[in-house]
């Protein structure tokens, strides 16, 4: 079974809990990553190794449809 790393972050951006778990999927982890989440930590994200498998909330980036300026 996998072993996934939660990260979860202050506001900040510090570091406030890292946990490490088994799940036998992604989508576990991620279930996983949303029941563990403290009130206090707006900001986590889970790892696979080097790989980042989801985090919440979406960074900018990801949420903004591309906007091309055209001249």
Request: hydrophobic share 40%.
């Amino acid at each position: 079974m996998p072993s996934f790393d939660f990260l979860y972050r202050k506001d900040d951006g510090r570091l406030a809990l890292k946990l490490t778990a088994e799940c036998e999927d992604e989508i576990r982890a991620k279930v996983l990553a949303h029941a563990m989440k403290a009130a206090e930590c707006h900001h986590f994200e889970v790892w696979d190794g080097a790989t980042l498998v989801y985090e919440r909330p979406e960074p900018v980036r990801r949420r903004l449809p591309e906007i091309r300026l055209t001249g």
